[in-house]
């Protein structure tokens, strides 16, 4: 039931994050087209008057959605209709309206410049991202270079348009004999004043290019200024895990190289360390779960182990209490090849699935191989149920992934689900008889 409601949250938002993509795009569309047209004095006529409608359409019939469609707020999502329009009507609806309504059918086309107040619609954008930043779809720095990279091109695309409304300074005659060209040459010297590389083969001819060129250049300066810091900085945040962990391993091979550890001893840890990064990206589940409230604990312990314990035989059949009871409690633990769980003889203080790798059941001396067990096998449940000691060693083959369930947990929730109690012993028992390993054998 649970899980059905965070689907259906789901897929409502999912086609409201289509619709909005849908028209960031058109408004991106019209922040390109609008000073483009203005620039170069595009009459609105033909394709472009067809292209005016559609977008006004767009934008109302989106306005209508902001006013209906259900939206996620802090994870919940927000369906009452009051508290939609009013959430609207208080935020966005201004701005909306502003850049919705044709205000040159009002004004008349000697207003044309009106139309850039369709521009106010890219302040949508931010909210976009934050929005696609929560869904965790691609990498939060990826993205947000992807925004600034964007912002800056029709940044510098908004700078080109000024100038060749102005009149386009020092271009030369044969780069003004079609729009195109205009367009190009205009946009470079946007690139190379923002980026105050500033070549001097493009110069302002007119006080107000002068004043114009001073504007691009301090505003310029500033951005770019801004987005080599932002770009560093985001750069270094891009692969935050990897950055922890190569942090962590270099820690560990100063240490290794200091305290003269022998190579092969070496060996055997970074594989441990690579193990670590290809099976988890270093992650340390208990670690990751540790700060989490006991329900969403639960609901990842589920998510993440539940597929273990629906493979182990003896929980076939077993009650969602019971199987919640154990995924909460269980503790991973990594073992790498050669690795000895434990040994014969030794008193037992947990059982073990595996959740990835193989293990060997094995005499003490390490040299009978009674049986190998692999993924959703368990093991040392034997003592635990016949109070008695290991009756075989375990050794790991290659790197294995196990959940340990420790005896005070295994008592508890025998206690608590009786039928389970007797199913194990009586899995135990057979285990037990089949081996023909007893206590001391
Ligand atoms: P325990 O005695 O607690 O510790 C050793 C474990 O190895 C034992 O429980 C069983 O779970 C397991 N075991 C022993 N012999 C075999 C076997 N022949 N096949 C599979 N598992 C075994």
Redesign the pocket.
């Known amino acids: 039931m649970h899980e059905d409601l965070i689907a259906t949250n789901y897929k409502e938002s999912r086609v409201k994050h289509y619709w909005d993509a849908f028209v960031l795009l058109v408004t991106t569309a019209v922040a390109v087209e609008i000073p483009l047209r203005l620039s170069l004095r595009i009459p609105l006529e033909g394709g472009w008057l067809i292209f005016d409608v559609f977008l006004t359409l767009v934008f109302a019939i989106d306005m209508i959605v902001n006013f209906f469609a259900p939206v996620m707020i802090d994870g919940q999502l927000v369906a009452d209709r009051k508290s939609l329009v009013r959430r609207y009507l208080k935020g966005w609806f201004v701005l909306d309206v502003l850049a919705t309504v044709p205000w040159d059918v009002f004004f008349g086309s000697a207003a044309e410049s009106v139309r850039l107040l369709r521009l106010l619609r890219l302040a949508h954008i931010a909210t976009f991202m934050q929005r696609l930043i929560k869904a965790n779809v691609i990498n939060a720095s990826l993205l947000r270079m992807v925004f600034l990279a964007f912002w800056i091109t029709l940044f510098a695309h908004w700078c080109a348009c000024g100038w060749i409304a102005l009149g386009a300074g020092s271009i030369g005659t044969e780069w003004r004999v079609d729009s195109t060209l205009l367009y190009i040459r205009s946009f470079y010297w946007a690139v190379t004043t923002i980026a105050t590389i500033g070549y001097g083969d493009i110069i302002p001819l007119t006080p107000i290019q002068t004043v114009y060129t001073i504007l691009v250049e301090i505003i310029g300066a500033g951005i770019y200024g801004y987005i080599i810091a932002i770009f560093a900085s985001l750069i270094a945040k891009l692969d935050v895990a990897r950055n922890h962990f190569t942090e962590h391993l270099e820690k560990i091979n100063t240490f290794m190289r200091l305290r003269k550890i022998p190579p092969d001893l070496q060996a055997r840890i970074c594989g441990y360390h690579e193990y670590l990064w290809n099976s988890r990206r270093g992650y340390d589940e208990a670690h990751v779960l540790a700060d989490l409230p006991e329900s969403l604990k639960l609901q990842i312990s589920l998510f993440l182990n539940r597929h273990i314990l629906e493979k182990v035989p003896i929980f076939q059949g077993a009650s969602n209490d019971l199987l919640q009871q154990i995924v909460l409690n269980l503790k991973p633990r990594v073992f790498t090849p050669g690795d000895y769980i434990?040994c014969?003889g030794e008193i037992?203080e947990g059982?073990y699935f595996i959740s990835r790798g193989r293990v060997e059941?094995v005499s003490k001396d390490g040299k009978t191989i009674?049986?190998t067990?692999t993924e959703g096998n368990?093991?040392?449940?034997?003592?635990?149920l016949m109070s008695?000691p290991?009756?075989?060693?375990?050794r790991a083959v290659d790197y294995v992934d196990l959940y340990l369930l420790e005896r005070d947990t295994l008592e508890s929730v025998l206690k608590k689900f009786p039928d389970f109690q007797a199913h194990i012993h009586e899995l135990a028992a057979k285990?037990q008889a089949?081996?023909g390993?007893a206590q001391g054998s």
């Not at 368990?378 to 003592?383: L, Q, T």
């Open positions: 434990f014969e037992g059982m059941v009674f049986a067990l368990y093991f040392g449940e034997i003592a635990l008695q290991r009756n075989a060693s375990i285990r089949a081996t390993l």
